[in-house]
């Protein structure tokens, strides 16, 4: 089958289209026909060694993907062939087809697309579950959304104004306030500028954000704590800047603050049952079409190292799709 293989970990004008064996199937996998995967933050950190997980070389990059079930396992009774399916992985879906094991898959909605399908579960589904589980959201509430026009952050502020909050968007340039805008921010600040403290506290009447939902990390955390409500919840979901925060623990007790963090990757493993619950729950919500991704561009497989370029470069706003 054709794959992006990944053979030394660093450079990710390394990464080259090849043809992989056909994997065996285990009892518990299921085989996909990989229809579309999206591109993921993590994917070339991944093929650059820099991510937690180094996989074994050579393999085929690509967390998360969508497709037709062309085959299952003995032990597999509730999946089968012609299934439309998602599934999330650390590796592996930048091919025609994927061998995941069955508790990874997730059966699609007909109102969930192949390009959809391939980005939910790490867009909305990291955006609902840290905004429904680890943060309480409520309605009437402020929500401050860092990195707002990622993909993460661009289903943080769609689900936010869905749930009735009130969305802050933060965005690292101005090219890219227009998008958060259209996806329901009422006000949109440029993290980039000095100001962005006050400028979070002016658009709360002093109060600062109830709820801060935070891709960026680095200095822009440590901010976000001077403009977080007394009883503020803030959810640290990954460090794009590259910087991972340190927390002064005195602005907690000052404002009775909880920072919480939230990795689908380890809930997904330790409690199983709470994410497909939140999963479910966020797929029969995604009925409504105001919740999907904002596809920036979908481009064929052998565009791998283009795609990761202009990821990396900031370039990308919503998610990148390849179509396989
Ligand atoms: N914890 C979890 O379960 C979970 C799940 C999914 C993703 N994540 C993590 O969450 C983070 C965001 O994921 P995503 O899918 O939203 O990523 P993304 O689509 O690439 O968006 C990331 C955003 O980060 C901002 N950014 C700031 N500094 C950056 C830099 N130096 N390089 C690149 N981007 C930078 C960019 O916005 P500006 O240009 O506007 O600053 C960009 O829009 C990643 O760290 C990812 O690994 C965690």
């Not at 009735?164 to 009422?186: D, F, H, P």
């Not at 105001?290 to 561009?297: E, G």
Request: charged content about 20%.
């Amino acid at each position: 089958m054709k794959a992006v293989v990944c053979s030394n970990f660093g450079n990710i004008d390394d990464l080259k289209i090849s043809t992989m064996p056909i994997k065996d199937l285990g009892p518990n996998d299921v085989r996909i026909e990989v229809k579309a995967a999206s591109l993921n933050f993590m994917d070339p950190l991944m093929v650059q060694g820099l991510y937690q997980v180094k996989p074994n070389l050579p393999f085929v990059p690509g967390a998360c993907g969508a497709g037709e079930v062309i085959e299952t396992g003995t032990a597999v009774i509730d999946i089968a062939p012609g299934n439309r399916v998602s599934w999330i992985g650390y590796t592996g879906a930048f091919a025609e087809q994927a061998v995941v094991n069955r508790s990874t898959v997730t059966k699609l909605p007909d109102y969930i697309d192949w390009q959809q399908g391939a980005c939910w579960q790490l867009s909305f589904s990291p955006a609902y579950i840290s905004l429904v589980h680890s943060a309480g959201i409520k309605p009437g509430e402020t929500l401050l959304v860092n990195g707002a026009a990622g993909g993460v952050g661009l289903a943080a502020v769609k689900l936010g104004k869905f749930l009735g909050a009130k969305v802050i968007g933060a965005v690292g340039s101005a090219a890219k306030i227009a998008a958060v805008k259209s996806a329901g921010a009422e006000e949109v600040i440029d993290y980039s500028q000095p100001d962005f403290k006050d400028r979070v506290l002016a658009c709360t009447d002093s109060q600062g954000a109830d709820v801060v939902l935070d891709t960026v990390g680095g200095d822009l955390l440590e901010q976000c704590l001077r403009c977080t409500n007394s009883l503020g919840r803030i959810i640290t979901v990954g460090y794009t800047s590259g910087v991972i925060p340190k927390i002064p623990a005195n602005l907690l007790l000052l404002k009775n603050l909880t920072v919480t963090g939230m990795f689908a990757g380890s809930l997904m493993a330790k409690h199983p049952r709470l994410v497909r619950q939140l999963n479910s729950d966020l797929l029969a919500k995604m009925a409504d079409q105001s919740l999907r991704d904002r596809i920036d561009s979908v481009l064929p497989l052998d565009s791998v190292v283009q795609g990761m370029r202009q990821l990396l470069a900031r370039e990308v706003i919503g998610k990148l799709v390849f179509s396989v």
